[in-house]
């Protein structure tokens, strides 16, 4: 909790729904327009990788630095995100 | 897929990794991108077009022989011929493959498949480096092999295999703070073994079951199964597989946490991801406090309601931790591990949007000034009415005068014509001047 961002927060408070993916702590606007391109265009694909990843931080870090070529800060902040998110509403 | 795009695209792990995975010695730590990109481009695109040449094979073995770097190129031969090139294998042969160097993969489809890929070649890779690197002394050799079957075996969650394990801890921590790579499960059962190195002379069968007499070796048969199924969970990692050994740390000290057990200092040492002596304090504080916990699936399943307590989550989740505690001691709790607590109403999910209590209008401006718009937008309208009010009166008047001195014909006659120079005339001082010219006609 300490290091976590607003953005972060504000992800992991409530339900996904339809946010885009740009709501999802570590993905600004270059990395969305990278994750549309390859069709991950809502907050909830993204998230759909990261259940077929099996929850697994490390893979997942790993999938979106080749995906679109985020640096490690970014992909383990949005990792984070994600499994902070499916503790709580999954 | 990323496996056929321009390597500039790639990230340098991956190119690294790449270059591994093709035999390539790779270029000093500190290269830049492009060093690794030119290195992609020639060996393996090179490749991909000749088919895996041997002229190419032994150009880059004498590179590997020149550079500083890593050896286990030398010995990468018998290890291809042997098992085929992961991108040939077919999601089965794959998932069997990383099976058998212990990793449990998740469903492989187009998206996961370059990821799996990956990781079997960095386990294969890092299978024949162990080769290489250990391979003088037969004890070490001896204690690798046993390792990799207690890694693999600890998946399976075997008692008796893992004992091996127990005699060997003091330089298995050798092999493994060298290691970046796989083997993950068995850094963790290392550190474990750390922890308790008193507790080595004990290799009885019953230690690993579920059902143990000892407290302590019970704690610590529930620390390898649960560390059994942090790997499971995690799976073999990369570089800094701390990172996933302390997620499901972080899972463990939160649930210590519910029970007031660990000190918060210890909590935030392991957020920040350092295994080392925290891990085993905090194993330590484990064992005492395991006693009842569950088995590996428990930890895996295990909703942690009690890790949002502390990070400050909604109420309810709260009030569901007396339930857990409750739960904790007596009884295994659901199998789904789901635990259903009231929610408040969230605001901002679908269909509830957040509604700010006034929206601010385009332009700021007061309800006087509003009006004030209004009246002067009149005004001038007002000007207009009044001067054709005048106008409209002046010909009253005239017509008034013209009654006087003729009949109604000649008025309306003169009236239509003075209508029309009356536009004139009017100007014209005087009204006998009007009716000169209404009556000349």
Known sequence: MSTTSQKHRDFVGEPMGDKPVIALSGIGETLGKKLEEQGFDKAFVVLGQFLLLKKDTEMFTDWLKDATGANSRQAGSCAQCLKEWCDAFL | MPFVEDPAHLSIARLKSDLLAHNVALPPAA???????????????????????????????EAARESSGFEHSRDKDPEV?????????????????????????????????????????????????????????EEEQEKRDDIESACSVLEEQKPEEAKKIKGENDKADLHFHRRDYSYQQCFLLSSRLRAHPSRNEKPSSKSLSKNVTKSSERSKSKSSHILAGVSKASS??????LRSGTFSITQMVQEMESRGSLSDCTVKELNSS??????????????????KSRSTDQSL????????????????????????????????????????????????????????SYSYPDTLVSPVTLERREVERRLVSIHIQILFFFFVACILFYIYVNVQ??????????????????????????????QAVCKQD
């Open chain 2, 405 to 434: 001195d003729s009949t109604v014909l000649a008025l309306l006659d003169s009236f239509s014509h003075c209508f029309d120079k009356e536009g004139w005339a009017f100007l014209q001082p005087g009204t006998e001047g009007t």
């Open chain 2, 31 to 61: 290269s830049k991108k492009e060093v690794y990109v030119e290195l992609h481009l020639k060996n393996i695109d090179q490749k991909n077009a000749a088919e895996f040449s041997s002229d190419d094979e032994e150009e880059t073995r």
């Open chain 2, 301 to 356: 399943y295990h909703t942690p309601k009690d890790v949002h307590p502390p990070r400050g989550m909604k109420l309810p989740q709260e009030s569901g931790k007396p339930i857990l505690k409750d739960l904790f001691p007596d009884t295994k709790p659901t199998t789904t591990g789901i635990y259903v607590t009231p929610r408040r109403p969230i605001k901002g999910a679908a269909q509830r949007p957040v509604q700010y």
């Open chain 2, 236 to 241: 073999t990692g990369q570089h800094s597989g």
């Open chain 2, 274 to 291: 350092r295994v080392g002596e925290h891990c085993s304090r905090s194993y330590r504080f484990a064992m005492n406090d395991l006693d």
């Open chain 2, 81 to 137: 011929t042997q098992m085929p090139d992961p991108s040939d294998l077919t999601d089965e042969y794959l998932r069997e493959a990383l099976l058998k160097h212990g990793v449990k993969a998740g469903p492989i489809v187009a998206s996961t498949r370059t990821l799996y890929e990956n990781k079997l070649r960095k386990l294969l890779l890092h299978s024949n480096g162990d080769d290489e690197l250990y391979s003088d002394s």
